[in-house]
């Protein structure tokens, strides 16, 4: 064991050395999971033929908290400066609260009104990130700012129409189900930002955790109504692994 010391003692100098020189420029790649925290929300309505009249649906939509990823491509121009790409996704468990205007079997111009919800529907947020990269303490331990303009598209499950319930005189109805549809906004320009504490094993490899903050709002396109901005992104915390080459 006695002559076995010395070598542990030089392999520990040789990785601290790398490590330290692991700030120089260069590449690295980042990939991690972790978690979209908070909810982001939005309104849409839509409207159908029913009866030889116009209904109309009005839903207001809540996302919550789910999982995220995130994988990224970077160049570090200098030990303190450096320019990153990431690419972002993040899903999240949707309600609504369902609101419907139905026309009358019987009489024109007397509509009624049903309320309802819909659960699980389904929400989905991709995201290209242009960072400028800051790295005010740089080593083994190692703390970055970043931020920049993002570019961000959004797909969730909207509510197009209603299935109700009614009785004669039809004065009446109740809300049985929404009827859903898949839209797809385009992309729309935002920002992002945040910061992240790594720590490297190797020269070459290292783990950080991240926080970002994204704000974006694209539009989801509505069946017979206006678009509804979506008040995207929010907050993302992630673990990544880092590999520099």
């Known amino acids: 064991m006695r002559g076995a010391t010395p070598l542990f003692a030089a392999l520990a100098v040789a990785l601290a050395g790398a490590a330290e020189g692991a700030d120089e ?5 980042t990939l991690g999971g972790g ?3 908070g909810s982001v929300g939005w309104t849409s309505s839509a409207t159908w033929t029913e009866y030889s009249e116009t209904a109309r649906v009005d839903a207001a939509y809540e996302a919550g908290s789910g999982p995220a990823l995130e994988a990224g491509l970077g160049y570090r121009l200098s030990r303190r400066v450096g320019l990153a790409l990431s690419f972002g996704w993040a899903r999240r468990d949707t309600n609504a609260q369902v609101e419907a205007s139905l026309p009358h079997p019987l009489y024109l111009d007397r509509p009624r009104s049903v309320q309802g919800q819909a ?4 929400y989905r947020e991709y995201a290209s990130h242009f960072d400028l990269l800051l790295v005010p303490i740089a080593g083994r331990l190692e703390v970055a700012l970043f931020g920049g303009p993002c570019v961000l598209r959004v797909d969730a499950d909207q509510v197009v129409r209603v299935e109700f319930d009614e009785e004669y005189p039809y004065d009446e109805a109740s809300f049985r189900a929404a009827v ?3 839209s797809r906004s385009d992309a729309a320009l935002g920002w992002s930002a945040g910061a992240s504490v790594g720590y490297a094993l190797t020269a070459r490899f290292g783990v950080a955790a991240q926080a970002r903050y ?3 709002k694209p539009e989801l396109p509505a069946q017979g109504g206006t678009p509804g901005p979506v008040g995207a992104g929010g907050t993302q915390v992630t673990a990544l692994v880092r590999l520099r080459f």
């Open 214 to 216: 994204t704000r974006a």
């Open 180 to 182: 859903t549809q898949r």
């Open 119 to 122: 659960a699980g529907l389904s």
């Open 35 to 37: 978690a979209a925290v």
């Open 25 to 29: 420029h260069g590449f690295f790649l």
